[in-house]
């Protein structure tokens, strides 16, 4: 690789705040926030919103949507 090109890859926590799971993994992203993770050193924090623990694929949640409500909704909004 050629040298100063590539962006700083370094260690991360990701928090994924609709569950309350965090990860450790290596990434490019930088945060201003920072966690002292479980070795005790302090590492730069995203946030995250959904992650594998959440995500309804990896869980085998699924969410059941009404979609006869949401299409008597829009008949009832457009009157058609």
Same mark, same amino acid.
Request: hydrophobic share 30%; proline share 4%.
């Given at each position: 690789?050629?040298? =100063? *090109? ?10 994924? !705040? ?9 990434? !490019?992203?930088?945060? @201003?926030?920072? *966690?002292?993770? !479980?070795?005790?050193? =302090? ?5 995250? $919103? ?16 009404? !979609?006869?409500?949401?299409? $008597?909704?829009?008949?009832? @909004?457009?009157?058609?």
């Amino acid at each position: 690789m050629k040298a =100063e *090109i590539h962006p700083d890859y370094h260690n991360v926590v990701f928090h994924d !705040t609709s569950c309350d799971f965090k990860f450790i993994t290596r990434s !490019t992203m930088t945060s @201003k926030n920072t *966690i002292k993770w !479980t070795d005790g050193k =302090e590492y730069p924090l995203i946030k995250i $919103e959904v992650s594998s623990q959440s995500h309804p694929h990896y869980t085998g949640k699924q969410m059941i949507l009404d !979609t006869a409500g949401r299409v $008597e909704k829009f008949k009832q @909004k457009y009157g058609m």
